[in-house]
C-alpha cells in the first residue's frame, strides 16, 4: 500500500505527507474576489502531466481520487465525465450563483447552514451564506474548486480539485459533501431547474425545494 502510494504521489508535483503546509508554494495569484487560489489554473502545475497523460482512463481517475484522499492533504477530488464537465461549464455560466443547505446533524435532526456557489470558471467559490450576507463578493471562500479539462480530448474527463480554505467553516467530510452537491444541482437536469429559477427568476425560487430534496425539511 504504501509502495503504491509512493508511486502516485511520483505523479503529482508534491506530495501531502512531504509539505509542512499543503497550501505552501500552491497559491496563485487569481482575480477572485480579491483572494488568492490555492491551486493553480493549469494541470500541469499540479501533476507531471506528461506522466500522467500515459495512464488510461480509469487509471487516471484513480490516481487522482486516491491522491486526493489523503487525510492530511487539505483537498477533496472528483472526476468529471466530458459530457458533465460541458454541462456544468455551460450552467456555470448561464446560472453562476447558487444557495443550497449543508447538513449539520451533529446540531440536530434538520440542521443545516445555508451555502453560497459562485462559479467562475475554472473556480468554484463556495462561502456560507451569512459570510455573504456581511462581506458582499469579498466573502472569504470556505473551498475553492478548480477544474482541469486538459484530459478531456484524451481520456473524455476533467479533475476536480477541492482546497478546503476555512477549515473553521467547512470540515472535510462537508467539502466532500458540497463538491458532490455542487455537480448534482449543476449536471441533473431536475435539479438544475432550481439553480436556473434562482438566478434568473429569484422571486419564483423555493428555498424548501432545496431542503425538501436533501430531506432537511
Known amino acids: 500500500m504504501q509502495r503504491q502510494a509512493r508511486l502516485v504521489c511520483g505523479l503529482f508535483r508534491r506530495c501531502p505527507w512531504t509539505s509542512t503546509k499543503w497550501a505552501t508554494g500552491l497559491q496563485q495569484e487569481a482575480s477572485i474576489s480579491g483572494i488568492s487560489a490555492p491551486s493553480p489554473t493549469q494541470l500541469g502545475q499540479v501533476v507531471k502531466l506528461d506522466e500522467l497523460i500515459k495512464k488510461d482512463r480509469d487509471e487516471v481517475a484513480d490516481i487522482w481520487l486516491g491522491y486526493h484522499a489523503d487525510e492530511k492533504g487539505g483537498r477533496v477530488g472528483s472526476v468529471l465525465s466530458a459530457d458533465d464537465y460541458k454541462t456544468f461549464l455551460s450552467r456555470a455560466k448561464e446560472s453562476p450563483m447558487f444557495v443550497f443547505a449543508m447538513p449539520k ?12 456557489i459562485q462559479c467562475q470558471m475554472p473556480y468554484v467559490l463556495i462561502t456560507g451564506l451569512e459570510e455573504f450576507k456581511r462581506h458582499g463578493e469579498g466573502a472569504p471562500p470556505y473551498l475553492t474548486l478548480t477544474h482541469y479539462p486538459e484530459l478531456l480530448d484524451s481520456h473524455g474527463l476533467a479533475l476536480v480539485r477541492g482546497d478546503i480554505i476555512h477549515e473553521k467553516g467547512i470540515t472535510r467530510d462537508e ?12 449536471c441533473g437536469d431536475e435539479d438544475y431547474a ?10 419564483s425560487f423555493d428555498f424548501g425545494a432545496v431542503l425538501r430534496k436533501l430531506n432537511l425539511a
Open 175 to 186: 467539502a466532500r459533501t458540497a463538491l458532490e452537491l455542487t455537480r448534482a444541482f449543476y
Open 105 to 116: 446533524p451533529h446540531k440536530g435532526k434538520g440542521a443545516y447552514e445555508a451555502m453560497l
Open 194 to 203: 432550481l439553480v436556473h429559477t434562482f438566478n434568473k427568476k429569484p422571486a
